[in-house]
């Protein structure tokens, strides 16, 4: 099976960065995404990546190297509101996708 | 609002019960998803339609019947559950163009299932 690890939590103070880190093992890699979860909401949609490098979105960013199984997703500036969960989800080379158990952030004031 | 919706959003049920989550898209997707979600654990995959026809199922136990009349409605049928089928029940929808491209999945907010 598909083998995608995160951390469980993590914490950190309003207007600090913190980084997530996403490694995996799959069979097969066909894109990494991150979805963001509000306790009570549906996962949404916040970044893609499929080829090695970063791609930054405003206050948040996120890393693939595909060499390493390695991604991670950086959030900057952080605000109360971006406490949540963050999903590492992996297309492996059928083109299923496989998530992680998710990392839940706490942003303290 | 996602544009995918679920309900109803919270629902308990004894073991005998037999009860139906429902999901409707107006997205114009072509392609619908059942996972499941329980605590501190991966989304699992349950199952899968596109254009209305089952592409995948994800050895999931016969007490769980899905069932999708058109591309924008999705059901998911509950039959004699047991409590560790208790967990947040998500849909979610995508474009599938059989291309290699990024095939968002879009969610709803879930159901939350308790199960007595």
């Known amino acids: 099976g598909q083998n995608i690890d995160q951390p469980t939590e993590m914490t950190a103070t309003e207007g600090a960065i913190v980084q997530i880190n996403c490694t995996y093992q799959?069979?097969?890699?066909?894109?990494l995404f991150w979805y963001q979860q509000h306790a009570g909401e549906a996962p949404t949609f916040l970044s893609y990546n499929v080829l090695d490098g970063l791609e930054e979105k405003g206050r948040f960013s996120s890393f693939l190297s595909r060499s390493k199984g390695y991604s991670y997703l950086l959030l900057k500036e952080l605000q109360m509101k971006d406490s949540a969960s963050y999903l590492c989800a992996v297309r492996d080379g059928d083109y299923k996708l496989s998530f992680g158990a998710g990392t839940t952030v706490t942003v303290r004031a | 609002e996602t544009g995918v919706t679920q309900t109803p959003r919270h629902l308990v049920m004894g073991m005998t019960n037999k009860k139906s989550l429902k999901c409707e898209q107006h997205l114009g997707h072509n392609a619908m998803y059942w996972y499941k979600q329980s605590a501190k654990k991966p989304l699992e995959l349950m199952f899968v339609?596109?254009?209305?026809?089952?592409?995948e199922n994800n050895s999931v136990p016969s007490r769980f019947s899905p069932e999708c009349p058109n591309s924008s409605h999705l059901f998911l049928h509950l039959h004699t559950l047991q409590p560790e089928d208790s967990a947040l029940y998500l849909c979610?929808?995508?474009?599938?163009?059989?291309?290699?491209?990024?095939?968002?999945?879009?969610f709803g907010a879930g159901s939350r299932l308790t199960v007595l």
């Open positions: 979610a929808s995508s474009k599938e163009d059989g291309s290699s491209g990024a095939n968002v999945l879009t």
């Open positions: 799959t069979s097969g890699f066909n894109g």
């Open positions: 339609y596109n254009f209305k026809e089952q592409t």
